[in-house]
């Protein structure tokens, strides 16, 4: 697993922008190689009382997320499994007086596989009540989300668990290898998908079940990605290099491919991500 987030980390439209409702925290070593991030609210607040809270855009950024909202006021959580997506969305800011708090684990798209054992053939651009997923995860961790309004203990608790409900049963050979290929070399699609010696409706079948897309699906989505953070870690980006370097025809069906899984140009990406007007 350590190999395939090597050099790849899955970037959001803003992932440099934190704030009181809104924080990102690494897992642990040993769950690392599994969990992208933790993330959420560092403490409990008011959503009206809050003034920084805008509508945020989501990109297809290559992960699945178990989403608690708790809320102290009323005591209760509401849970939610949200699916591997592969086109952008906006999403509204919280509102209402009740003092409330965000606790969220956001995982590798395939890793989730090793921690529930449902299927995932059916989790693109979908979102569930997470129960349905994680049932007795979800049902160890409320209390203490409850009961522990800090980060940090949240946390703390969030990896206790997963390490204990983690299956090391591996991911099929053949995904994995698919994936390697995907995050660490350049090779067309077909070339991949031909040095993984299967057919193509068996992969699919494979995929689908334990990553929730199909291959090509991953491969557009990784690509992309492999792009968002090629643009966010160099300050000048030449549009014709990333051509080559990522097997488009040209200019053009770059843009093309970048703006329909990100709604935005590469520049209005950028600007958006880095807060500028």
Request: charged share 20%; proline share 4%.
């Amino acid at each position: 697993m350590k190999r395939l987030i090597t050099q790849y980390r899955p970037r959001t439209a803003t992932p440099f922008s934190f704030n009181a409702t809104h924080s990102e925290y690494a897992a642990n070593y040993f769950l690392q190689p599994y969990i992208i991030c933790f993330w959420g609210s560092e403490q409990p607040y008011r959503p009206d009382a809050v003034a920084e809270q805008s509508t945020s855009l989501v990109v297809p950024d290559t992960a699945m997320d178990i989403i608690f909202i708790i809320n102290y006021s009323s005591g209760k959580v509401f849970t939610s499994f949200h699916g591997i997506n592969d086109h952008a969305y906006y999403v509204p800011p919280m509102s209402g007086n009740d003092e409330v708090a965000v606790f969220a684990v956001r995982f590798y798209f395939w890793t989730v596989g090793l921690f529930t054992r449902v299927p995932l053939d059916k989790v693109l651009n979908y979102n569930f009540d997470a129960r349905e997923y994680f049932a007795d995860f979800v049902e160890a961790l409320t209390p203490h989300l409850i009961e522990e309004r800090l980060m940090g203990r949240k946390i703390l608790f969030a990896e206790q668990l997963l390490s204990k409900q983690i299956s090391f049963q591996e991911i099929d050979s053949h995904v994995f290898n698919a994936l390697y290929l995907m995050l660490k070399t350049n090779k067309s699609s077909q070339e991949i998908f031909d040095s993984v010696y299967l057919s193509r409706r068996q992969l699919e079948r494979l995929f689908l079940q334990y990553t929730g897309v199909t291959p090509k699906k991953a491969y557009d989505l990784i690509r992309y990605q492999r792009i968002w953070q090629t643009m966010l870690g160099e300050e000048i980006v030449n549009a014709q290099d990333l051509v080559f370097r990522f097997g488009f025809v040209d200019q053009a069906h770059l843009l093309k491919s970048f703006k329909k899984f990100h709604g935005l140009t590469p520049r209005a990406a950028k600007n958006l991500a880095l807060n500028k007007k």
